[in-house]
Nanobody, 119 residues
Framework: QVQLVESGGGLVQTGGSLRLSCAAS????????MGWFRQAPGKERKFVAD????????YYADSVKGRFTISRDNAKNTVYLQMNSLKPEDTAVYYC????????????WGQGTQVTVSS
C-alpha cells in the first residue's frame, strides 16, 4: 500500500516562507519522479513542480518559478517543496504525488496539507 504523507503547511503572511515535506512508503520509489500539485478553493488541482529520481530534471509551473524549490532525499524517500516569497494566490491545499510506474502519470496522492497566505 503506497502512502504519501505531507506535512509543513500552515498560515503565513505575504512574503513569508514554508517548507513542505512528503514522506513516501509502501514500495520502492527508486527511479520514480515525484511531484507537488495544489488545489485552491473552487478550482481544479494544478501542477506545481516535479523532480525525477536523480534530481537532474526539474519542472515548475510558471506561477512559482523563482520562488519555489523542489528537492528530494532518496535515502529518506522524502520530497520537499521550499516556498519563498509567498503570495495570497498561493493559498491552496498542496498534494504530493507519485506515479504508479516509472514514467507514468501521477496516480498516488497524499491527503494534502493546507497552505494559507494572508495579505
Amino acid at each position: 500500500q503506497v502512502q504519501l504523507v505531507e506535512s509543513g503547511g500552515g498560515l503565513v503572511q505575504t512574503g513569508g516562507s514554508l517548507r513542505l515535506s512528503c514522506a513516501a512508503s509502501g514500495r520502492t520509489f527508486r527511479g520514480y519522479a515525484m511531484g507537488w500539485f495544489r488545489q485552491a478553493p473552487g478550482k481544479e488541482r494544478k501542477f506545481v513542480a516535479d523532480i525525477n529520481w536523480s534530481g537532474v530534471s526539474i519542472y515548475y509551473a510558471d506561477s512559482v518559478k523563482g520562488r519555489f524549490t523542489i528537492s528530494r532525499d532518496n535515502a529518506k524517500n522524502t520530497v520537499y517543496l521550499q516556498m519563498n516569497s509567498l503570495k495570497p494566490e498561493d493559498t491552496a491545499v498542496y498534494y504530493c504525488a507519485a506515479p504508479r510506474s516509472v514514467g507514468g502519470t501521477y496516480e498516488y496522492w497524499g491527503q494534502g496539507t493546507q497552505v494559507t497566505v494572508s495579505s
